[in-house]
Structures are given as structure tokens and as C-alpha cells.
């Protein structure tokens, strides 16, 4: 495989950087923030690829997997940490692995990136199979804990996908390669930033596009979040009464005759139906909202 490491090239726009105001670097750092969307643009066609196939393994059974080191493993766990409370899927549907385990969340654990062994290990102990699909996510792009897995993954057949802010030219193990070249570094090397920024960028772009694909939204609102604190349920009782169109009171029983299900509360509302009527409409219509409000009860 070979890799042009842009990001390990000095960026010539803060090479004197020490010398400047404190407002003349942050000017200067936020020149190169804003190359950062243009970048991922670039990106999205193989982005699209990479989603249609997520929907498709998870319509069939299979769940989306990321695994990376460092900031890129971080970003991987928080993004699919926040899909059930957000998108009310299960915690096991979008999985986050990373390089030296939940250790590696909160300190650095730099060598775990190195090990050849331990990614197909984390891998076996999800049950990683070719129903699933594999996000490798390494800025440089040359990472052996998610090379390895990648190579894993292709050898019992899974679909992969590779995140990389560098120029790979080749890797037989990636079906999906998603390259988002935002160039050099403002400090060199340190790939939590511009390439960290990229990252959690397509990583939105992905679990959020896969969901509304999945009906877990109607239009843009989250009709199947989990309100697991007051303000998440404060949220739950707004969406159900600007949707319906009714008071908060009217709104509070709905959502508890429902059994605390937005979606199911909205269509009860819309439908003039009872719980029974609703469920069996939106599972005929694959959990679809607006497809459900379509339909006779």
C-alpha cells in the first residue's frame, strides 16, 4: 500500500506561528478550519457508496462497526455511542472500537495502535461476521491495528470502508475508500486537528444519513429518541404537540398512552387510533412516519 502523508508535511501557513498574536494564530488556525468542509465535499460521493451499503447490511441483519486509535477511535465511539439515545436503535446496532479498549477513551494509549493482534480480537468478541460492515478510521492511513482489522474483515467476507485524511493509492482490503485530503497540518503531525475535524464530519454524515435512510426520523425531527433526561422529554412533548397540532396536556397523555413512543404518539394523534392500530401500521410500513400518516388505519 502506498500513502502520501500529507498530513506529516509542514504547513507553510503557520510554520512561524510562535511568533504571532495570540489573534493573529487563531485567525491563521481558523483559515485552515474552514478548508475543512470543501475537503469532505470532495469526499461524499464515496460517502454516499459507503452509506447505501450500511442500509443495506443493517435492513439485512448486519451492523456497522468502526474501529480506529487515538482521536480517530474516540471519534468512532462517540458517534456510535450517541445513535440510540438519539435514533432509538439498540447500543449494538453502530458499535465504536478502539486501540488499547475503553482505557483509550480518556488517556493515551499510543502503542496500541501498533499491535497486529488486537483488533481482530476485539473483532471476534463482538461476533464481527460478513453481515456486518467495517469502517477502519486512521488519518495517516497506515494504522496496523485497523489495517489489520480491515484485512480481517475482507477474509470472512465482510464489506469494508477505510476513513483516511491522506492519499492512498491502494488497499486491496477496502471496498469503501473515503479519502478527505484537507492537507497539512496546522501543528505538524497532530491529526486531531484539521483531519479530527474531517473525521467527525463524515462520521455525522454517516450515522445521520444511514437513520433517516432507516425511517429513525420524520423528515428532519427525531421522532425515535429516547428521552432519558427532562430535557430530552421536554423535547418528546414539543414534538408531539407542533406535529398534532394540540395543547401540552393533550400531548403528556398521548406520549403516556403510547408508551412513551413519539412516533406512535403522533400517528394515536394523527389517526384518531389507539396503540394496537398504530404499531401494526408503522410496521407495516418499515417504521416510516410519514408513510404511516398516509395510510388508513
Known amino acids: 500500500m502506498k500513502i502520501n502523508k500529507i498530513t506529516e508535511q509542514i504547513n507553510i501557513n503557520s510554520k512561524r506561528i510562535s511568533e504571532e498574536s495570540t489573534l493573529n494564530?487563531?485567525?491563521?488556525?481558523?483559515?485552515?478550519?474552514?478548508?475543512?468542509?470543501?475537503?469532505?465535499?470532495?469526499?461524499?460521493?464515496?460517502?454516499?457508496?459507503?452509506?447505501?451499503e450500511v442500509v443495506y447490511k443493517i435492513k439485512n441483519s448486519g451492523r456497522l462497526i468502526y474501529i480506529g486509535s487515538g482521536?480517530?477511535?474516540?471519534?468512532?465511539?462517540?458517534?456510535?455511542?450517541?445513535?440510540?439515545?438519539?435514533?432509538?436503535?439498540?447500543?449494538?446496532l453502530i458499535v465504536g472500537l478502539?486501540?488499547?479498549?475503553?482505557?483509550?477513551?480518556?488517556?493515551?494509549?499510543?502503542?496500541?495502535?501498533?499491535?497486529?493482534?488486537?483488533?481482530?480480537?476485539?473483532?471476534?468478541?463482538?461476533?464481527?461476521?460478513?453481515?456486518?460492515?467495517?469502517?477502519g478510521i486512521s488519518?495517516?492511513?497506515d494504522t496496523p491495528y485497523v489495517r489489520e482489522a480491515l484485512k480481517y474483515a475482507t477474509e470472512i467476507g465482510a464489506k469494508t470502508g477505510f476513513l483516511t485524511c491522506n492519499d492512498i493509492l491502494h488497499n486491496r482490503y477496502v471496498d469503501f475508500l473515503i479519502k478527505v485530503i484537507v492537507g497539512p497540518e496546522f501543528i505538524t503531525g497532530s491529526t486531531r486537528l484539521k483531519s479530527g475535524t474531517a473525521t467527525k464530519m463524515v462520521l455525522?454524515?454517516?450515522?445521520?444519513?444511514?437513520?433517516v435512510k432507516l425511517n429513525r426520523t420524520f423528515g428532519n425531527i427525531m421522532v425515535?429518541?429516547?428521552?432519558?433526561?427532562?430535557?430530552?422529554?421536554?423535547?418528546?412533548?414539543?414534538?408531539?404537540?407542533?406535529?398534532?397540532?394540540?395543547?401540552?396536556?393533550?400531548?403528556?397523555?398521548?406520549?403516556?398512552?403510547?408508551?412513551?413512543?413519539?412516533?406512535?404518539?403522533?400517528?394515536?394523534?394523527?389517526?384518531?387510533?389507539?396503540?394496537?392500530?398504530?404499531v401494526m401500521i408503522l410496521n407495516k410500513n418499515k417504521g416510516s412516519l410519514s408513510e404511516s400518516i398516509k395510510k388508513k388505519a
Do not use: H
Not at 204 to 211: D, E, G, H, Q
Open 25 to 52: 494564530m487563531l485567525l491563521k488556525m481558523n483559515d485552515e478550519d474552514n478548508l475543512v468542509a470543501n475537503s469532505v465535499k470532495k469526499a461524499i460521493p464515496e460517502i454516499e457508496k459507503f452509506i447505501d
Open 98 to 135: 478502539i486501540a488499547g479498549g475503553d482505557n483509550a477513551l480518556k488517556y493515551s494509549i499510543e502503542g496500541a495502535e501498533d499491535s497486529i493482534t488486537d483488533s481482530v480480537e476485539s473483532l471476534k468478541k463482538i461476533v464481527f461476521n460478513k453481515d456486518d460492515i467495517l469502517l
Open 224 to 278: 425515535d429518541l429516547i428521552p432519558k433526561n427532562k430535557k430530552l422529554f421536554n423535547r418528546a412533548i414539543n414534538i408531539i404537540k407542533n406535529k398534532i397540532n394540540i395543547d401540552d396536556k393533550k400531548a403528556k397523555k398521548l406520549y403516556q398512552l403510547s408508551g412513551k413512543n413519539i412516533k406512535i404518539a403522533i400517528l394515536m394523534g394523527s389517526k384518531s387510533i389507539n396503540k394496537n392500530q398504530a
Open 204 to 211: 455525522n454524515m454517516i450515522s445521520t444519513i444511514s437513520m
Open 71 to 92: 482521536t480517530s477511535g474516540r471519534l468512532g465511539v462517540l458517534d456510535a455511542s450517541e445513535c440510540p439515545p438519539t435514533f432509538g436503535v439498540p447500543k449494538d
Open 139 to 141: 488519518a495517516s492511513g
